[in-house]
């Protein structure tokens, strides 16, 4: 069974930085897709950045480009996302996600099928 666990979130001042990790098991993140999401309450859920199994990155929120970076660790199963200059806007309930595709990773959320529990990150001074 695929499963994605997310840790990392919190509250952090604007400015500041976070690492999100995604930690997957019972399959190997390098296979697939991986993307991550974020999503407010009362607004659809929004894809920011993908990796694909054959490592092409694509940003799909252009307000995080140059602040935020996805990184896979092959040996530990998990993919970073590395959250630079964080704004208040950037706050959010994070998700990672496993699509199955290896050449490619979709921003749209309706193309993954397993989902991490998410993990909350507030930007506030």
């Known amino acids: 069974q695929k499963h994605l666990v997310e840790s990392g979130g919190g509250l952090v001042q604007p400015g500041g930085s976070l690492r999100l990790s995604c930690a997957a098991s019972g399959f190997r993140l390098d296979y697939y897709g991986i993307g991550w999401f974020r999503q407010v309450p009362g607004k659809e859920r929004e894809g920011v950045l993908c990796i694909s199994g054959s490592d092409g990155i694509t940003y799909y929120a252009d307000s995080v480009k140059a602040r935020f970076t996805i990184a896979r660790d092959t040996a530990k199963n998990t993919v970073y996302l590395q959250m630079n200059n964080l704004k208040p806007e950037d706050t959010a309930v994070y998700y990672c996600?496993?699509?199955?595709?290896?050449?490619?990773?979709?921003?749209?959320?309706?193309?993954?099928?397993?989902w991490g529990q998410g993990t909350r990150v507030t930007v506030s001074s």
């Open positions: 996600a496993a699509e199955d595709s290896y050449y490619t990773c979709s921003g749209d959320p309706d193309d993954y099928a397993w």
